[in-house]
């Protein structure tokens, strides 16, 4: 199976969106990038870069005989899009998207894909907290995970093939449904999403401590909050409003479990404490050693120079 | 005023204790460094590393003639350790500590001081999630600020001193009252430190994610709780068990908000969430630019090799 494709389009050039095309080049998966983007600025700053062989701000003109289109823009945008463009897509495409939700995506792409289109939803599980084209590097995809969402009725041959691009780009990949996705992604990424941009914004409300003193001592642990918490406001809005059902659910036990912490500090509990600090150390090791985070002393922020 | 002691005694030398040892060293600031362990293989790890001039498990023996005596061990273990030494401080020395909490430390430790020494107590805003004396580094207070908490008696001139000298380490230094600095910190450090604890619980305990789910995509920013999650469990009892009033004070605030959020979320209210997730990036930007953190992506963990 090759990973090549002949034209490939990226509908959207953010952070996600210029990776792909740098990780495309570096692997040699496509023949032609074109990119989309709805603001003239944002294509003049990729034009800059140079990581696309075309650019426009027509998403028709985009995926003009494209064999794989990718939709990546934030994911309240995947609808109109998908409107405008089906009706223009190349008989035998891959249509495709990289957006941090998989129900809604199937829920507001499907109904628009035409006949010998294979729709096949997609997320790369990597990214960093910061957005726009120029943030955009070809290593992002390296070593991490791409989940892969088909409909029960997809062709497997179209699968096969859009498993070896990701993996030309760097990734490993995973294939489930949309449902399990969207659970799993509240628990890893969009409840951990949510509990940062709080407690930012709990210690931006205080009247009782000034924010330049939340500034100064922010190295106690805070300032790692605020990285997730810069994150693009846009991007995660639509993640919160199109995945409610299972971020919903994980905010209701992570909220029982704080309760419940919250009462071992009210009462003197120093055992519930512990055990928990304790058993939160074997996850920290496992990823480790899968290979998803460095071991290397982080809140130091690499200052170390002996080492 | 100069920032030079005659000797250092470290109780305890783990990840602080033997990061102040590494710093004293590269500013010359004391002409012994004494260290004190409670366990014999610490030692045995320690003098391997050389960092200190003597080292012994007899913590009356550490602190003999010493000119600044610091605690730097879990706060839990401040009051007895106070008591041993009290009778065996040098008159005129500095007793000092590094805790995490400062108003049980002064309720701890202060009732043991015994006239003619001055008690000041400390708190560097520094760290990483590692511990133990092969943690620590001389370049893990630069930059970083330490706040000391003396109480209205305390000598001037003594402040000045212990001032001058964590500034010889690297530090920028702060003077505020216990109270203010544990409410300042409850918010900095304390609940960030839960509440990443409490979603990594939360994570480990759901029935309907593996485990094996939730480190293959922790990428998507939970594994940067992790790594806040895997500091050491005794330390972080002591604070919260010794910080109770201001860590339940904020908590409180965190929930209040987090519900407010919640309900944004089921009401499909995008324009609440857009509207935090847009404040909590300026803050982002006043930590970079007080120098407290870089710009540098980071949840790419540094692959990019281009820029
Ligand atoms: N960031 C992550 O960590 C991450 C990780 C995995 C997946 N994702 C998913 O990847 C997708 C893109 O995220 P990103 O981080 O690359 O975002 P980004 O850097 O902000 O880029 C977004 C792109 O979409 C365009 N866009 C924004 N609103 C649009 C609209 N209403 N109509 C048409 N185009 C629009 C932007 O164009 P202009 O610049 O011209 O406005 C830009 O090209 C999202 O669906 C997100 O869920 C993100
Ligand atoms: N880590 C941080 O980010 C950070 C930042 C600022 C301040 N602090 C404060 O600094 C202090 C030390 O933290 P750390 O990170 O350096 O911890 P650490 O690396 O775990 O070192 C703790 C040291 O204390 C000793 N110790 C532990 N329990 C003891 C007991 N019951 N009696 C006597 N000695 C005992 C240990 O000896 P053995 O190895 O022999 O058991 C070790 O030398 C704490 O009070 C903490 O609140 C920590």
Chains 1, 2 share one sequence.
């Not at 997320?123 to 955009?136: L, W």
């Not at 990949?173 to 940062?196: K, Q």
């Amino acid at each position: 199976m090759t990973a090549k494709f002949g034209k490939v389009a990226l509908l959207g050039i953010g952070l996600i969106g210029s990776s792909m095309a740098h990780a495309i080049r570096r692997a040699g998966a496509a023949e032609h990038i074109a990119g989309y983007s709805h603001r003239a600025e944002t294509l003049e700053v990729a034009r800059g870069l140079g990581f696309a062989d075309s650019l426009s701000t027509n998403p028709v003109e985009c995926v003009k005989d494209a064999d794989l289109v990718v939709l990546a823009t934030p994911v309240g945008a995947f609808g109109e899009l998908a409107e405008k463009i089906a009706p223009h897509l190349k008989k035998g495409a891959i249509l495709s998207d990289v957006g941090s939700v998989k129900g809604a995506v199937i829920r507001d792409v499907g109904p628009f894909v035409p006949d010998g289109v294979h729709f096949i939803p997609a997320h790369p599980i990597a990214g960093t907290e910061q957005s726009g084209p120029s943030a955009g590097f070809a290593e992002l995809f390296d070593g991490r995970w791409c989940i892969l969402t088909p409909v029960p009725a997809t062709s497997d041959a179209a699968v096969e093939k859009l498993k070896a691009f990701w993996q030309a780009l760097g990734s490993q990949v995973e294939v489930m449904d949309a449902r399990r996705h969207d659970l799993v992604l509240a628990i890893t990424s969009h409840v951990p999403h949510l509990i940062a941009y709080n407690i930012v914004g709990t210690a931006d409300d205080l009247e009782t401590v000034t924010e330049g003193e939340v500034i100064k001592f922010s190295a106690g642990g805070f300032r790692d909050f605020t990285r997730i918490a810069a994150s693009d406001p846009t991007m995660w809005r639509d993640v919160f409003l199109n995945n409610k059902e299972a971020v919903l659910e994980i905010l209701g036990r992570f909220s029982e479990d704080l309760f419940h912490l919250q009462r071992a500090i009210r009462w003197s509990d120093g055992d519930t404490l512990f055990d928990l600090f304790t058993r939160t150390r074997a996850i920290r090791r496992s990823i480790i050693d899968a290979g998803q985070d460095t071991p290397a002393p982080n809140f130091g922020r690499g200052e170390k120079k002996d080492k």
